[in-house]
């Protein structure tokens, strides 16, 4: 199994892998070259390797609903993908099919911080994404003043129809957004605030930019984020040594916050020390 203390949701198909086929997620060396630490869960489920995953979410993160969820991975059309209700699925047209194949079954279990861990079985892997504690939407200064507006726009709102009919629903509406983001007169500025930047023109310009202003964002204080590591290490304190810790610092991409990201990490290697002391240097 595998717990992972993060703001944003890492358990949908990234547009970045969502073309390969079903047997390159057997190729280790295509995978080291694809996936990142935003986006390996998936792949690591569908192979066999885990089969339970427990995220465990900051207050200010509302992307999956507490709970627990039995989700459907598989392939369609040869390609990796979920069938599962929930919203976050629903709405992702790289990560949702009703008809898969070859597939398997895994347990998501959404808790908040500071609530006891379900029991795991052995061996698992701790993630931890130092976002947790603290994040921002790079987004946000990129798109400056147009921002909310897109929000508003990109906004999907569920309905009560099946999943298939809701995901049909948003496939249309992200047609039509994709249009407008390319051509709409109004939107103008928005596609002048994104086309400085060579990397997000490459990943689809002003409506890849767009599609990223739902996610979570809360600038934690020192008191703050001192308390969150108190609930990790309560959390974590019953739990046998897990086989493998992962810590991404989310600087590059700039989901953590640069000033205090160093600082965040040296709290954090700390109190996994205490918690599973190790001999060599951290």
Not at 153 to 161: M, V
Not at 167 to 181: D, G, S, T, Y
Not at 234 to 256: C, H, N, Q, W
């Amino acid at each position: 199994g595998g717990v992972a203390w993060q703001s944003r949701g890492s358990s949908g198909i990234n547009a970045e892998y969502g073309d390969l086929s079903v047997e390159q997620f057997s190729d280790r060396s295509i995978l080291l070259e694809e996936l990142s630490i935003s986006d390996w869960i998936l792949p690591a489920v569908y192979m066999g390797h885990i089969s339970r995953v427990v995220w465990v979410k900051p207050h200010w993160s509302d992307q999956m609903p507490l709970g627990t969820q039995r989700i459907k991975i598989g392939s369609e059309r040869g390609r990796l993908r979920v069938n599962s209700d929930l919203e976050y699925y629903v709405s992702d047209p790289d990560s949702f099919a009703s008809n898969l194949y070859e597939t398997r079954e895994f347990e998501l279990t959404v808790i908040p911080s500071g609530y006891p861990i379900p029991s795991l079985t052995s061996p698992w892997i701790l993630d931890i994404d130092l976002d947790f504690f603290s994040t921002q939407n790079p987004f946000r200064p990129i798109l400056g003043p147009h921002f909310m507006k897109l929000k508003n726009l990109f906004a999907f709102h569920p309905d009560g129809r099946t999943p298939e009919e809701q995901a049909e629903r948003r496939r249309k509406q992200l047609k039509e957004l994709k249009r407008m983001c390319k051509n709409d007169p109004e939107l103008a500025g928005a596609r002048d605030c994104v086309a400085k930047d060579e990397e997000i023109m490459e990943l689809g310009g002003l409506f890849y930019a767009a599609q990223q202003t739902d996610l979570p964002e809360h600038v934690s204080s020192e008191s703050e984020v001192l308390t969150m590591i108190g609930e990790v290490k309560g959390m974590l304190a019953v739990e046998e040594t897990p086989v493998a810790v992962t810590i991404a610092r989310s600087e590059g991409d700039a989901y953590s916050v640069a000033h205090s990201v160093d600082w965040i990490q040296k709290q954090t290697l700390g109190m996994l020390q205490k918690l599973w002391p190790v001999q060599q240097n951290l």
